[in-house]
């Protein structure tokens, strides 16, 4: 059901910067011959993206708070990611997507919207107990089952959002610093049996050439070696649009996706490079802003949790394209090619526009401050 338009106004500090993101985006594709391919594919998803968001922002959204959509929602999602093990498409070494002929769907990101909702939820209705172990397990296990089925396909990185959105909505939610200690002390335990019996030989490859990243620049490090070089290369200004010769050569391996932002960078050079910061970086404080002054648990948390989403992908993708972070599959919000997750990060951000146009569930505060406290 549609709402009254006249009331719900666009959240045009989050809409703006996520255009901007995936003109970005556009502009480095175009620059490297993919016109009759790429470029067209990510304009469409784009323009799908931008009616996507319109579209949910005017739309009457308390279903979402429903115990049994966020349930079937769930479930649904645990379904189609125990499909893949049987019916999903192989790439690149991973069993991560479902051909439905020329469409490839990765499930993996309607996933982390389905628990960012789910924990929302749960969270929301046990304020008043919150402070309960036994809470913090249980929303441990939502997140833990969708944890495992990623982490097995193998996909390292979105496995690595999933704990992350739980560990962000966790956090404040009012857990108590015990409990928090526990969790840290279970999560390093997790991490020592999954460097054991998990990680395959590739992904700790990927984390020694972190520690020492000029271990094998010929082999498990080389993407990540010559991810530097290009943004190096940019220096100040860049090389120009479409002059980047460490993407056009093709020496930067999976430069539209994983390694976008070094693609990016070489040819914007560190003025470009920054602004993309700047602009995810925005995205970012609106987001911690309207968690502030929002006055509803659900809406706080889903919130929370759609920062924790886009924060742990900028964060992950934009070091490991500067030798700062390990090499692992997780896309830059609104820049890497595809149309699974850019739909995702659309809708999320949408949910959260249609979130805040509900005047009445924020403090006295008004939202149109946050200049005055963030610049």
């Not at 296990?141 to 396909?153: D, E, G, N, T, W």
């Not at 560190?270 to 502030?292: A, C, K, N, T």
Request: with cysteine; aromatic share 14%.
């Amino acid at each position: 059901m549609l709402i009254n338009s006249s009331k719900r106004k666009i959240d045009y500090y989050l809409f703006i910067p996520s255009i901007l993101l995936g003109l970005f985006s556009l502009l480095t594709l175009s620059s490297f011959g993919e016109i009759e391919t790429r470029f067209i594919k990510q304009s469409v998803w784009m323009i799908f993206g931008i009616i996507t968001f319109i579209a949910i922002h005017y739309v009457d959204l308390s279903f979402i708070k429903n115990r049994k959509f966020t349930l079937t929602l769930y479930v649904a999602c645990i379904i189609v990611l125990a499909l893949l093990f049987i019916t999903g498409h192989i790439s690149k070494g991973a069993q991560s997507w479902i051909k439905l002929g020329m469409l490839s769907i990765q499930p993996t990101d309607p996933a982390k919207l389905a628990l960012i909702i789910i924990l929302a939820k749960y969270f929301s209705k046990r304020h008043m107990e919150i402070g309960a172990f036994k809470h913090v397990f249980v929303s441990g296990i939502y997140a833990f089952i969708l944890f495992i089925l990623i982490l097995f396909q193998p996909d390292f990185g979105s496995s690595l959002t999933i704990l992350a959105i739980w560990g962000g909505i966790v956090f404040v939610s009012g857990i108590s610093k015990k409990h928090l200690l526990v969790l840290f002390s279970i999560s390093l335990i997790v991490m020592g049996l999954a460097w054991s019996f998990l990680f395959k030989e590739y992904q700790k490859d990927r984390i020694l050439n972190f520690v020492q990243p000029m271990r094998d620049i010929r082999g498990s490090g080389y993407n990540q070696y010559q991810a530097v070089i290009a943004v190096g290369s940019g220096e100040l200004l860049g090389k120009g649009v479409g002059y980047g010769t460490q993407s056009r050569l093709k020496f930067l391996p999976e430069y539209q996706t994983d390694f976008i932002y070094a693609a990016h960078a070489e040819e914007w050079g560190f003025v470009g490079s920054v602004l993309v910061i700047l602009l995810y970086l925005f995205i970012l404080l609106r987001l911690i802003y309207l968690s502030s002054i929002s006055n509803n648990n659900f809406d706080t948390l889903f919130i929370v949790g759609t920062m924790s989403f886009l924060a742990v992908h900028i964060i992950v993708n934009v070091g490991m394209n500067i030798g700062a972070m390990p090499v692992t599959g997780i896309p830059l919000p609104f820049m890497s090619y595809g149309g699974s997750h850019l739909i995702i990060e659309f809708i999320t951000l949408g949910i959260v526009s249609n979130i805040i146009g509900q005047k009445k569930i924020f403090k006295a505060k008004s939202s149109d401050d946050f200049f005055e406290k963030y610049l």
